[in-house]
């Protein structure tokens, strides 16, 4: 429980930069603990005033003055008295000056006025050790700073506003009753019976089952979310596929020339599109060719495809279909693929049904959409995004509504709890002694309580912490 680690919260009072190590017009710094009151009076000047006798939640402007009465510079000042900070300790919060070199020199002096200087994740960790946030929370924090597109962002924030830990709190707390009425039926045989109530007890346990493999199942949304969708854009040469690269990014990182073969290596980039994120990785012209450094190119081609989460098989709408194309279909039977008949804007050469039938003469793609597109001018880019969006998550943003598991610690702690209370399941229905599947039902409960942190140990509180950055 958080109880456990209250005597190992270090009495200190710690200071960091809170902003990014970057020039930019304010910076933070952030001084929490029993003596950052004291600490920033010792370099905070504004008259004869005092921060010590001001209210909580105030803003004071003045001046931070190394110990010769000098000023360093002019700043707003921040005073937030325990318990309602954000730690949950009196909190300083210093609005100085953004240039690199004066937030440090105004970090020193706090730092030689007593403040320790802070571990990377030490302040949410100590709001998490003071009881302000469940781990689950703390965690969200930096999924949140992470997040590098809407739908990460949102996970996070639904995260961060306590989702995913009030629906594993329902569900430890409908275990817990389930313990304590199995417990006292134990203490109390004359009156209670676990028998008499085991139907009820069953379904609900099964019901619970199905609700955590479907949380579950979410992890694999959070994963492609978090970490973006492996995405290789195939093709003959010269359909287009480096001009669509460049297209999604909108700048020209790969070279688009009208000479066949102009992509030899791979390349690899993210693409933000918005609500997601794509690894894009844009391949060399697949063709029969004799020349050796361009085999190369389409053997990674081929190894690229082979390992993908969604294929854009890009073909050149102003060239018939060719033996290419027919190679093409063959390598991407079986992925997920989005066919795209590029150059729109020119005159057709073929007809969506013509590639609807080589794709069909070849194995049947897993899931596959074919759309027009200009990588040229852009159009039909935004149907596109529209279309990864629907094949990968089902709907648009709008609809993200539920609690997506972001991160394997909470993946691998519910994968735990299901095995537990399969495991508990499987003992009801062997008719086994309460007191034998209870032992699992509790270690269902401790796995779920894993994810809010109420039984993790203490060296597993540092690691997660210490992966946060400096000043968080
Ligand atoms: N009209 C028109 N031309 C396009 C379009 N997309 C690409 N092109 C042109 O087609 C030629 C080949 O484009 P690239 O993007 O280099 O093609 P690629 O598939 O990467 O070619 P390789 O790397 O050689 O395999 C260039 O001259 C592009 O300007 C389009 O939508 N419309
Ligand atoms: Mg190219």
Known sequence: MTENFQESIENDTIAAISTGMVTAGISVIRVSGPEAVDVADRVFFCGKKKLKEQRTHTIHHGKICDKSGVMIDEVLVMLMRAPHTYTGEDTVEINCHGGLYVTTRVLDEVVQAGARLAHPGEFTKRAFLNGKMDLSRAEAVAELIEADNERARKAAAGQLAGKEEVLIRKYQEDILLIMAFAEAALDDPEHLSVD??????????????????????????????????RTVICGKPNAGKSSLLNRLLG????????????????????????????????????TQTDDPIEAIGVERAEDEIEKAQLVL?????????????????????????????NKMDLKQAFEEKDLLELLDEEKKTEDRVIAAISAKSGEGINELKKEIEKMFFGTDISGQDEV?????????????????????????????????????????????????????????????FSKFCMGK
């Open 251 to 286: 700048e020209n990182r790969s070279i688009v020339s009208n000479i066949a073969g102009t992509t030899r290596d791979t390349i690899s980039e993210k693409v933000n599109l918005g609500t997601f994120t794509l690894n894009v990785i844009d391949t060399a012209g697949i």
């Open 196 to 229: 008499d109530e085991i139907d009820h007890i069953k379904a609900q346990l099964t019901d619970m089952l199905e609700a955590l493999h479907d949380l579950h199942r979410t992890a694999g949304q959070g994963k492609l979310i978090k970490e973006g969708i």
């Open 313 to 341: 098989y890009v073909a050149d709408g102003s060239t018939p279909l060719d033996e290419n194309d027919r190679q093409i279909a063959r390598q991407i039977a079986g992925k997920n693929v989005i066919c795209l008949i």
């Open 404 to 464: 997506i598991l972001l991160g394997k610690r909470h993946e691998y702690a519910l994968a735990e709890a299901v095995t537990a209370l399969e495991q508990t399941i499987t003992g009801i229905n062997q008719k086994i002694s309460e007191e034998f599947w209870l032992v699992d039902l509790k270690d269902t409960y401790d796995r779920l309580g894993e994810i809010t942190g109420d039984t993790v140990g203490e060296n597993l509180i540092d690691e997660i």
